[in-house]
């Protein structure tokens, strides 16, 4: 299972690139694995606020339906419209073209509060 | 005829291994005054023969539409149902089949409701729709919350000639959810669109409108539709279905959401239900669509199947995040309307409306000739309905109408307090030129 060493993480999932203000979204390896085919995703507004912790979208998958929890606060300033047509790229490539969602940060100390890559190896116990 | 099949045996085996000697010993819990209560005294048996006397005794008292000459309306109409239907429906293979918990087993309820769908969707202009809900009424509050879901807003705007009936069940499902409902004003029997521009802003979802409305009147319907979608707003039309054969149909209008009440469609008046509930959308909603959806497919051999499709939406699924709590349909009654409008075509539905339109002009024309009768919206186009001022107050002239046959309409007086001498009247193609002349000259002793 990959996790990347320069990316935070949360408990949910949802794994977080940091770059000044601005964190690109997306969900891991792990839980593109536990959730199967991708079908569908319900992506946030731009322009919308999120929430740490609040649900921004929701990714369907053939079976089951997960919320993508916001890993940061913020406001929404782009997201991912390959995603609308193409679920799949988050199965092909999660940490890449699989991306959802960047937003601009509201509140650049709860960053500190999301998971480093050996802490989330430890939650998905590897 | 025991319902419970334990032989006296039996039961005393069952107390021993409990360990009480007698079933009242179960209810010691219970103070004895609320048991003796609990006591339901029933008259004695009757025979078969006495059941059957009772029973159509009772039903007499009815005054049944096959026996009235109805211009009843009001959200349920007195349309002919060819024998096929019930026939059809009433076997057995349909008849006991509920929405099936293991639905793929059952391929010809799924391939009915398959071809009820797309027969919707032919009818109203409309891409998808669901597999039907439980009646006109709650298909328009599920279209209220689809569109608030699919928006994210939290208001919808309502005209207040929506069927009154259906206007309250639209509260009650709003009630619980943080969804506020607005009023638009009227203007001579239909809703006033000129103070629409002025409620449109970023918290309005969509606009909620029946056309031909409450009061039987055709809505003026022409560039809603992009007014609202300039702001992002939905439309959400309900209409009566044979009208949608001759009128603008909701597609045509630009519609996002189109429901219907499908009574009209091969199903009995009955006492006021199991009715159907129509919905049909856009393809770009497919996912906020309420209910249960067939789709058709190939199985591993390359066979036709008709299969479940989009079930993330449901709750099975999706839990509290469901696109609506209900998962059931009407199957029967979709049944029903399906055959009804095979038998039917595209032809023959049409036939039906202008026979409806025609009578009721007919009958509108007449009355309006009355002397002590007037048409109030006289200068708005109608279908099958309209409104007449009467000169006594309209529940005189419905009770008048019982002991000669007439089911004589609504009294709007149950709606509005200053209607009561304001009857709806609704002819449908089953009114015979005879018919529609008696009731002149029963209208016309007032």
């Known amino acids: 299972m990959s996790v990347p060493e320069n990316l935070k993480y949360t408990k949910d999932h949802e794994w977080a690139l940091i770059s000044a203000d601005l964190v690109t979204v997306g969900i891991t390896d792990y839980a593109v694995k536990e959730l199967g085919d991708i079908v569908y995703v319900e992506l946030p507004s731009v322009g919308n606020t999120a929430i740490k912790g609040n649900p921004i979208g929701t990714i369907e998958a053939v079976k089951t339906v997960a919320d993508i929890y916001s890993p940061v606060s913020g406001e929404i300033v782009e997201v991912n419209q390959a995603l609308t047509d193409q679920a799949e790229l988050i199965n092909q490539d999660p940490y890449g073209a699989g991306w959802i969602a960047k937003i601009k940060l509201s509140n650049a100390a709860e960053t500190a509060e999301l998971l480093n890559p050996v802490n989330y190896q430890k939650l998905i116990g590897q | 005829m025991h319902y419970i099949p334990n032989t006296s045996v039996i039961e005393k085996d069952l107390l021993n291994a409990i ?75 349909f008849y006991t089949a509920y929405t099936p918990y293991q639905p793929e087993v059952s391929q010809g309820t799924l391939q009915a409701i398959y071809e009820y769908q797309s027969l919707v969707c032919q009818l109203l202009d409309m891409d998808v729709a669901n597999a039907s ?47 506020k409902i607005e009023f638009l004003g009227e203007n001579n029997g239909r809703t006033d669109f000129g103070q629409l521009s002025a409620k449109l802003d970023n918290s309005v979802a969509a606009l909620l409108v029946q056309s031909p409305n409450f009061l039987g009147n055709i809505e003026e319907l022409n560039g809603i539709a992009a007014r609202l979608h300039a702001n992002q707003s939905l439309l959400v039309i309900s209409v009566n279905p044979i009208s949608a054969a001759i009128l603008k149909t909701p597609g045509e209008l630009g519609a996002d959401i189109a429901v219907s009440e499908g009574q009209s469609l091969g199903i009995h008046q009955f006492f006021g239900g199991p009715y159907l509930g129509i919905l049909a959308t856009t393809r770009s909603l497919i996912r906020n669509l309420p209910g249960r959806i067939v789709g058709q497919t190939v199985d591993v051999d390359g066979k036709r199947g008709y299969v479940l499709v989009l079930q993330t939406r449901e709750q099975h699924i999706r839990r509290e995040k469901a696109t609506s709590n209900i998962c059931t349909n009407q199957g029967l009654m979709a049944l029903a309307a399906t055959i009804y409008l095979s038998l039917l075509g595209k032809n023959g539905l049409k036939q039906v409306a202008e026979l409806c339109l025609n009578n009721a002009h007919y009958l ?24 007449v001022e009467t000169p ?53 002793k007032f």
């Open chain 2, 133 to 179: 809900l439980y009646d006109g009424a709650t298909a328009l509050a599920e279209a209220a919350i689809m569109s608030i879901n699919a928006t994210k807003r939290n208001k919808v705007l309502v005209s207040p000639f929506i069927n009154a009936n259906f206007l309250k069940v639209l509260q009650t499902y709003l009630l619980a959810r943080e969804i």
């Open chain 2, 19 to 93: 360990g009480v000697e007698r079933f009242e010993d179960l209810l010691t819990d219970i103070p004895e005054d609320y048991i003796k209560n609990c006591r339901i005294v029933l008259p004695e048996p009757l025979s078969e023969l006495e059941v059957w006397q009772k029973l159509h005794s009772l039903a007499a008292k009815n005054s049944a539409a096959e026996t009235m000459i109805s211009f009843l309306g009001g959200g349920s109409y007195d349309h002919f149902i060819p024998a096929a239907i019930d026939f059809l429906i009433n076997r057995s293979e």
């Open chain 2, 392 to 444: 006594i107050p309209a529940r005189e002239i419905i009770n008048a109408g019982l002991s000669e046959h007439f089911l004589v309409g609504v009294d709007l007086g149950e709606f509005r307090p200053d209607w009561g001498q304001r009857l709806l009247i609704a002819v449908t193609e089953k009114r015979t030129r005879q018919e529609i002349d008696d009731f002149i000259k029963f209208l016309i």
């Open chain 2, 364 to 387: 509108a024309g007449k009355i309006e000739s009355l002397k002590h009768y007037s048409l109030p919206y006289q200068s708005v186009p109608f279908f099958n309905e309209f409104v």
